[in-house]
């Protein structure tokens, strides 16, 4: 046998009230709620000029790179290294100071330009032009052809997913680290200078809150070589 419990209808209509009154809390609390911003200010001259002068000397080791970076210094005490596209590339003031010599921002810099460069080359693969395929193939003697354009089409859509070896090695590194390497030490400084601010580079990437106000960090776009 079932057992019922009927609440008088004053004790539910005062749990309702209850709920209603609490969940308004809740909204209103949220609505309220103080939202707190990190303190950013205008960054100094003398650390915005350091880090142009050092991206415009690796810039010009890499012309051919095919990226057109400007550098942006941020006035924030915590390190911070992000991009959100191919042409700004944003460092806090923070990291700055922790780069005990112009070579350890360089490898800063270089870092998360390998980054941008190996996004827009993955890019630009993603958008290659699809194979053109046989138009017609010779007709034999007895007039007949062997010529199958569903089978053409079939092998240009795997050309271009699977390019032929001879031709991948033509291909520019789309590694982000292999790019960051070639440009430090095309720019005139030391590739094992990465050893010396992975640290460096670790601790910035694991603050994100400038980053998250624009946007957020570029993201690696989905290709396999």
Known sequence: MRAFC????????????????????????????????????DASVE???????IGRQLLAGSPFLGVEVAFQTIG???????????????ISEGLIDRCKSNDQLAAVLASEIGHMVAETRRTERMNLPEPMPSVAHGTKLDGTTDFDPSRDMELAHFEKSARRPAEK??????????????????????????????????????????AKQFGGRGDSPRWSN
């Open 76 to 90: 924030h005490k915590e390190p911070e290294l992000f991009h959100h596209d191919a042409h700004g590339l944003f």
């Open 6 to 41: 009927f609440l008088p209808f004053g004790v539910l209509l005062a749990l309702v009230g209850c709920a209603d009154v609490l969940g308004e809390r809740t909204v209103n609390g949220m609505i309220n709620k103080e939202i707190k911003t990190p303190e950013v200010s």
């Open 47 to 53: 650390s915005a000029a350091r880090v142009d002068k």
């Open 169 to 210: 090695k033509l291909w520019a590194s789309t590694d982000p680290k292999t790019v960051a390497r070639s440009i430090l030490k095309d720019a005139g400084f030391d590739p094992k200078l990465f050893n010396e601010v992975a640290p460096l580079l670790r601790e910035a990437g694991k603050n994100q809150t400038i």
